[in-house]
């Protein structure tokens, strides 16, 4: 996601709901992650992502990359497609993806949580932590999926990403927050 400036993101996410809308009034919402997720793949090539930004073929490059794309988009993707080539948004693609996942998953009422540890967590950790976020978050009528990632640096503890939210409950993060009160 782009973390550089927060206004990208913001019509990330305007795109996201737009285009999410769109999909859930004609039941398209899987044909719809696949064609963000193809636009995605497709600028995340260094020499697609330096011919789109060249302010001289980025016309040229746009009208090859729409009439390739045509066999698999609908009237409303190509649209969109135009769109964002229009108003030169090709680089918030993968933002726009982010943000879509994101409503797609709170539609169907799943919550993916990245859990971040520094080993590998038990089925039993698992559980306790899925069961203790259900009932701290009211995420009740949710179901909840944890993807464990390990991350040695962290030390010991764990990070919870949801969405955009992080809960930081690292020894790490313990360690710097130590460091800059002794700083102070």
């Not at 726009?96 to 539609?107: A, D, S, T, V």
């Not at 698992?126 to 040695?152: E, G, P, T, V």
């Not at 790490?172 to 009160?181: A, D, I, R, T």
Request: aromatic share 10%; charged share 15%.
């Amino acid at each position: 996601m782009n973390n550089k400036n927060k206004y990208p993101c913001l019509i990330a996410q305007k795109y996201a709901q737009v285009i999410f809308d769109v999909a859930m009034k004609n039941n398209k919402v899987s044909y719809w992650q696949n064609i963000l997720e193809f636009l995605t793949m497709l600028i995340s090539d260094n020499l697609i992502y330096k011919l789109i930004n060249h302010p001289i073929l980025y016309n040229k490059v746009m009208n090859v990359i729409v009439n390739a794309c045509v066999d698999i988009l609908n009237l409303q993707s190509k649209s969109f497609l135009l769109l964002i080539f229009n108003n030169k948004r090709f680089n918030i693609l993968p933002d726009i993806l982010f943000y879509f996942k994101c409503l797609k998953n709170k539609n169907s009422e799943l919550i993916i949580i990245d859990v971040i540890s520094a080993k590998k967590l038990s089925i039993q950790q698992k559980s306790n932590l899925n069961n203790k976020i259900l009932s701290m978050l009211s995420y009740a009528k949710y179901k909840i999926k944890l993807n464990n990632i390990i991350d040695s640096n962290i030390i010991g503890g764990i990070i919870l990403r949801i969405n955009n939210t992080v809960f930081d409950g690292s020894i790490l993060n313990h360690l710097n927050q130590l460091k800059n009160f002794l700083k102070n």
